[in-house]
T-cell receptor, first 115, second 113 residues
Framework: NAGVTQTPKFRVLKTGQSMTLLCAQD?????MYWYRQDPGMGLRLIHYSVGEGTTAKGEVPDGYNVSRLKKQNFLLGLESAAPSQTSVYFC??????????????FGPGTRLLVL | GDSVTQMEGPVTLSEEAFLTINCTYT??????LFWYVQYPGEGLQLLLKATKADDKGSNKGFEATYRKETTSFHLEKGSVQVSDSAVYFC????????????FGAGTRLAVHP
C-alpha cells in the first residue's frame, strides 16, 4: 500500500505560470482534501471533495482550482501563480464513514516556490 | 468561527523529561479532537483522537483528555525520547461536516540526549 502520494515533491515557478499538483490514494477513500502549510499558521484547507466528480471550497480557495475525475485522484491547479502561493501543499484522504471515518491520511507534501 | 490555539514553541526538553503541550479550542457543537504529528520531511500522521467529552486518547505513550468544561485537549507524555522530536498539531473536526479539520499553528518539540 502506497497510501497517499503527491507529485511533484518540489517545484519552482515564475509569477504567472501555471501548474497542476497531483494527489493519488490507493485506500478507496471517499473524501480528499488539499491544504497549504505556512509558517506559524498550521494547515489551512484550500478545497475538498466528498466523492468522485464533486468539489467544494475550503477556507482559502482563491487562486486555486481542483478536479476529481477519478475517485483515487485529486488535482490542484494554479492558473496564474503568485508569490503568495509559495507554500508547502499537503493532500489528505479519509474514509468518510465508519469508526475511523474521520481520520485523515496525509501525503508527504509538495514544496512550491513562486518567484 | 471554530478555532484551535496551541502553545507557542519551540519546546526544548532533555530525554526522559515530562511533556505537556497545551491546546484549547473554540467550537459550536461537539467536535472531535485530534493530535497529529509531523516528523521532519514527512506529512502529518494521526497520533491520537477523542470523539466526546471526557474521552482519553492515547498512543505511543502520549495521552490527551477531551475537557469540555475547559475546552482543552492538552497533550502529555511522561518520558520523552529523542525520536519524539517533531511538530505537533492540535485539530478539531465537525465544522460544517465532511470531516474537515481546523488546525492549530503547531508546536515544535526538540528533545536532546
Amino acid at each position: 500500500n502506497a497510501g497517499v502520494t503527491q507529485t511533484p515533491k518540489f517545484r519552482v515557478l515564475k509569477t504567472g505560470q501555471s501548474m497542476t499538483l497531483l494527489c493519488a490514494q490507493d485506500m478507496n477513500h471517499e473524501y480528499m482534501y488539499w491544504y497549504r502549510q505556512d509558517p506559524g499558521m498550521g494547515l489551512r484547507l484550500i478545497h475538498y471533495s466528498v466523492g468522485e466528480g464533486t468539489t467544494a471550497k475550503g477556507e482559502v480557495p482563491d487562486g486555486y482550482n481542483v478536479s476529481r475525475l477519478k475517485k483515487q485522484n485529486f488535482l490542484l491547479g494554479l492558473e496564474s501563480a503568485a508569490p503568495s502561493q509559495t507554500s508547502v501543499y499537503f493532500c489528505a484522504s479519509s474514509p468518510g464513514k465508519g469508526p475511523s471515518g474521520e481520520t485523515q491520511y496525509f501525503g508527504p507534501g509538495t514544496r512550491l516556490l513562486v518567484l | 468561527g471554530d478555532s484551535v490555539t496551541q502553545m507557542e514553541g519551540p519546546v526544548t526538553l532533555s530525554e526522559e523529561a515530562f511533556l505537556t503541550i497545551n491546546c484549547t479550542y473554540t467550537a459550536t457543537g461537539y467536535p472531535s479532537l485530534f493530535w497529529y504529528v509531523q516528523y521532519p520531511g514527512e506529512g502529518l500522521q494521526l497520533l491520537l483522537k477523542a470523539t466526546k467529552a471526557d474521552d482519553k486518547g492515547s498512543n505511543k505513550g502520549f495521552e490527551a483528555t477531551y475537557r469540555k468544561e475547559t475546552t482543552s485537549f492538552h497533550l502529555e507524555k511522561g518520558s520523552v525520547q529523542v525520536s519524539d522530536s517533531a511538530v505537533y498539531f492540535c485539530a478539531l473536526s465537525g465544522y460544517g461536516g465532511y470531516n474537515k479539520l481546523i488546525f492549530g499553528a503547531g508546536t515544535r518539540l526538540a528533545v536532546h540526549p
